[in-house]
């Protein structure tokens, strides 16, 4: 079996996909494309993915594009515990959640974090847009929050997708001043902190 | 059984559900929340949705957001035929092919019809806009269609979610005189002449 997942460590992205493979596990290769030096851009990487964007993955010869086609395709074809919530309520509630964060999280929590840490890549420091990112943020933490209810995790009982898909992005937002405002969401301290606690998330922190 | 869907049928999305449900057989009850006339942030259905979107589907109190949330729960917990592949190669190609549409051919497949049907809903008519829309709605036309391969659906030998979230949106491109252009794409014109064929998609066309 050959499995290599392109994307570098700084991408929350990759780190969603990196913390499933190693939740289940798993041997792989990783290439090192480095969005801030615009690296999904060169034509090698516009052959994987026509719009330049990480992660991609390759499993024996079998190319697979965007996040969640990723890990719903990893979680099924890789051994290891599955990550894939065991009901159909539970599995409508990870899918909402990503839906919600791919729709409106990540873009308002990359406004935020980028503000702080690259604003190069987000094409400089913008006030307004850090100030309509806490709201957003804010807002699409509080719904994954509303579907996690009283469960540890925010599809039920277990880590799935989802808590993959907010962590790595939570954990920028932690290293900006303005991670007591967009963290300020009734459930989500206790949350946290569970993710962070997971070897996954301890074994992914980018260098 | 309760199932309201939530959603005008102008929307694109809203006709993806649609078609599911036409194909599942299933009796609902649909809510006309028309985005052009803006209610889709109105109160009432912000309490449905914190971003103001459609579609939302309640299916015995159980509240879905997001269209490939809806789509997997809906397909899991209906009767009838399955609109989810049978194995894992034909399953990813289905979420890639979703998870392209979502981030990059929605967007450019609006930015063309918009400019031509709906010029007020996405900020009045730019020609820059359309022409991008033009070259990003081919470049995920493309991809879509080496994904589908010489397959008649997009994820294999039957119809599933990545043919219902195209489908609508070409219906409107058809519209307008820049189809030829956006559809200059090898292998699409069978695959057009097949969507358009399947009583599902007959049947929601919007009034």
Chains 1, 2 share one sequence.
Not at 54 to 78: N, Q, S
Not at 103 to 109: D, Q
Not at 111 to 118: A, R
């Amino acid at each position: 079996m050959s499995l290599t997942l392109y994307g570098f460590d700084g991408s929350t992205y990759v780190r969603t996909v990196k913390m499933l493979l190693v939740e289940k596990g798993a041997d792989f290769d990783q290439v090192q494309v480095n969005v801030i030096k615009g690296e999904p851009h060169l034509p090698e990487h516009l052959a994987r993915h026509p719009f330049g964007k990480v992660p991609v993955v390759d499993h024996d010869g079998f190319r697979v594009l965007e996040t969640a086609a990723i890990m719903a395709y990893l979680d099924e074809v890789l051994p290891g515990p599955s990550l894939t919530p065991d009901n159909a309520h539970d599995r409508a509630r990870n899918h909402m959640a990503m839906g919600l964060y791919d729709s409106y999280g990540y873009g308002a929590l990359v406004s935020v974090f980028g503000f702080h840490l690259f604003p190069d890549f987000i094409g400089g420091q913008n006030e307004d847009s850090r100030r309509k990112g806490i709201d957003n943020s804010k807002r699409v933490i509080r719904e994954l929050m509303k579907i996690k209810g009283d469960d540890p995790f925010i599809a039920g009982l277990a880590p799935s997708f989802s808590d993959f898909y907010l962590a790595p992005a939570c954990a920028y937002i932690a290293m900006t001043p303005d991670a007591a405002l967009v963290f300020a969401v009734d459930g989500f301290a206790e949350w946290w902190k569970r993710l962070q606690a997971l070897p996954s998330f301890q074994a992914t922190i980018p260098q």
